[in-house]
């Protein structure tokens, strides 16, 4: 498929184009052999996100930092963890906590030096844990020095790196209508270079301009750069944003929203194949891209082994299930009917030769525990409920760092607390714009500010007041310390462990196609079928006992080698023909193992 488009300055237009492979013969010849389908480690490896500003200070300065992530290496390999992705640790003014890169071949002070990032990879190659880095690609910081020489020379070598437009004709107006995700129109007044500049984040992010050739090659050789440093892969911020619909036409209200309207998804797929045609050791890598709002075809199509694209892309509708019309901001109650309908559609986007991840959570969300499960009367029971349910299904889990102890939200109890950009900008626009009462205004971004999931680690019950942000008050209990033994009651830790190795020993969890058995509320079930074992996975998401679905009934009744591998009520495993009781359990998952004699007549 031939794409034609133009790179983005008003004053000199350069015709670029290029071709999407479609084509398997074309694809193949251009990668390595046996590239995406000899070395896929990345499917079976689980893998831990770190948010390393809020994971482990080792020299009390109130920042996570690099030598911290070393020295938590081997609490990772126990869990049984076969990669870390760790957020942005590059140079950055830190506007928006690293994801505003000012030198892509440096590591911020405030996380380290280049050497301890080497320490890193070694140390956690030994342990045989694999290394994703953070790259942010769509925009880089405003202090990065081809935004400022982009700004001081346009016709010099960066004049063409950013998007840039000329004012319009009316003094006020600005050249689309397009809306900042951080609230706020997404066009900043350069002074200096008179033209705006676009930024789809905050002002200090403007967006790189990917129709440019040059540009495009920058990005790979930073990405081999650190390839050639040893890392494993990366995860793309907001990958699916890079290419713009050509003349960036004003989209209409609500734009914000609805970005699938002015990117050209053909071209992101063309940019992201050269891309990944570009780099060193590309068979034996990951590319995670994150890609909020994108359609379901583009998700399978970005990662279809086919494609030579992306391995696997972070989807956000299973977190959006409680969002109202308005959105984040605008809460709304869900079900179980609702999330289990769309794990059933991802999982079915994702099929074949697609690999979907499993997240409940990271650094933008809540905690999942306080917000899909209940985060007080049945904490350890519903976190594990949901990581049964999540980490279960085909493909690679991605555990956010304090999910595996049952981490849940912070109290916040007044706006000054809210320290995110972004959640910092909704409060105020729901105060000053939309005339919210300030204490409603402070319910609804408590209940979903990022700030939530940034609190630091809780390694074990010591008060800490040097860290950045306040340790959630309830670390005196839900802690890493106390959980590494069941001495204080049931372990969220220990049944992650158990989950994960769960996984490494039964092939029907990791290879076996998936299928949904049972989407009804309060009940979700569904099975993995492999080539010798049918595992059912059954999760009662409600504070009440209820029956099993009757489709799981039906199965448990009609046979006598059902078995119970896991409950997260004890973790004592039955044997074939044992009772299986037909109640579950408030929040409780059953992980249920029928042998292949009878995996066949129950399909
Ligand atoms: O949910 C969101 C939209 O309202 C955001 O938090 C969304 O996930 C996000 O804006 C995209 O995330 C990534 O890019 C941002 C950065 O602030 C996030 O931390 C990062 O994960 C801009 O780089
Ligand atoms: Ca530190």
């Known amino acids: 498929m031939r794409v034609e488009s133009y790179s983005s300055t008003t004053d000199s237009v350069k015709r670029v184009s290029f071709d999407i492979v479609t084509d398997m013969q074309t694809l193949t010849s251009t990668l390595t052999p046996g590239a995406d389908t000899t070395n896929r480690w990345w499917r079976d490896a689980p893998i831990y996100h770190i948010y390393p500003r809020s994971f482990r200070d080792t020299n009390a300065d109130g920042i996570g930092d690099l030598p911290g992530i070393i020295e938590m290496l081997p609490y990772l390999a126990d869990l049984g963890i076969g990669a870390i992705w760790m ?47 953070d790259m942010v690609f769509n925009h880089s910081s405003n202090r990065h020095r081809w935004f400022e020489e982009s700004v001081r ?13 000329d004012a319009p004709g009316d003094a006020d107006a600005l050249p689309n209508d397009w809306r900042s995700f951080f609230t706020g129109p997404a066009w900043t007044w350069s ?43 990366f995860r793309m911020d907001v990958i699916n944003f890079i290419a713009k619909v050509e003349g960036l036409p004003s989209v209409g209200p609500g734009a914000a929203a609805q970005p699938a309207t002015y990117i050209d998804h053909g071209r992101m797929v063309a940019y992201l194949q050269e891309f990944r045609r570009r780099l060193h050791r590309q068979e034996e890598i990951v590319l995670v891209g994150e890609t909020p709002h994108i359609s379901y075809e583009w998700a399978r199509t970005l990662t279809a082994a086919e494609t030579g694209a992306l391995n696997m892309v972070l989807l956000f509708d299973h977190l959006e299930i409680d969002h109202g019309p308005g959105g984040r901001w605008h809460p709304t109650q869900w079900t179980s009917k609702d999330l289990a309908r769309v794990l059933a559609a991802q999982q079915s986007a994702l099929s074949g030769s697609s690999w979907p991840s499993l997240y409940m959570g990271n650094h933008d969300q809540p905690r999942i525990v306080s917000r899909y499960g209940d985060d007080r009367q049945f904490r350890y029971a519903s976190a594990t409920a949901l990581a049964t ?12 760092q304090g999910d595996e102890i049952g981490m849940a939200n912070y109290p916040l109890q007044d706006a000054s607390q809210i320290v995110d950009i972004e ?13 919210v009462a300030p204490h409603d205004a402070l319910r609804r971004v408590a209940r979903n500010a990022r700030d939530n999931s940034r609190t630091p680690m809780q390694w074990d019950e010591t008060p800490n007041e040097t860290w950045w942000y306040p340790l959630n008050p309830d670390h005196t209990t839900w802690n890493v310390a106390a959980q590494s ?18 996984r490494a020993e039964h092939s029907a969890l990791r290879e076996g196609a998936f299928e949904m058995v049972a989407d009804t509320s309060p009940c979700i079930a569904f099975r993995r079928i492999g080539p010798a074992e049918t595992i059912i996975v059954v999760v009662n998401l409600s504070p009440g006992e209820s029956p099993m679905p009757p489709e799981v009934g039906g199965i448990v009744a009609g046979t006598d080698d059902v078995r119970i591998l896991l ?22 998952a059953r992980v249920l193992l029928q042998s292949r004699k009878n995996s066949t007549t129950i399909r």
């Open 87 to 133: 957020g942005p640790v590059f140079r950055s003014p830190q506007v928006d906590n690293g994801y505003d890169i000012s030198d892509y071949r440096d590591i911020d002070p405030i996380f380290g030096t280049l050497e301890d990032m080497d320490r890193l990879i070694a140390t956690a190659h030994d342990l045989g844990i694999r290394v994703l880095l």
């Open 153 to 165: 020379d346009p016709a010099g070598p960066y004049g063409d790196y950013y998007i840039w437009r």
């Open 191 to 233: 002074p200096e270079r008179g033209q705006y500049y676009l930024h789809l984040f905050a002002p200090e992010q403007p967006d790189l301009n990917w129709d440019n050739p040059v540009v495009r090659e920058e990005l790979a050789e930073i990405a081999n750069f650190w390839l050639q440093r040893g890392v494993d892969g």
């Open 389 to 400: 349910l999540f980490y279960l299904q085909r493909g690679t889990p991605i555990i956010y």
């Open 423 to 435: 959640s910092g900008n909704a409060y105020r626009s729901l105060v000053e714009t939309e005339g």
């Open 485 to 502: 033994s069941t001495a204080g009651g049931p372990s969220v830790l220990l049944f992650y462990r158990r989950i994960i190795a769960l």
């Open 567 to 588: 409950t997260n009520m004890n973790n004592t495993l039955s044997r074939a023909g044992d009772a299986i009781d037909p109640a579950l359990a408030p929040w409780e």
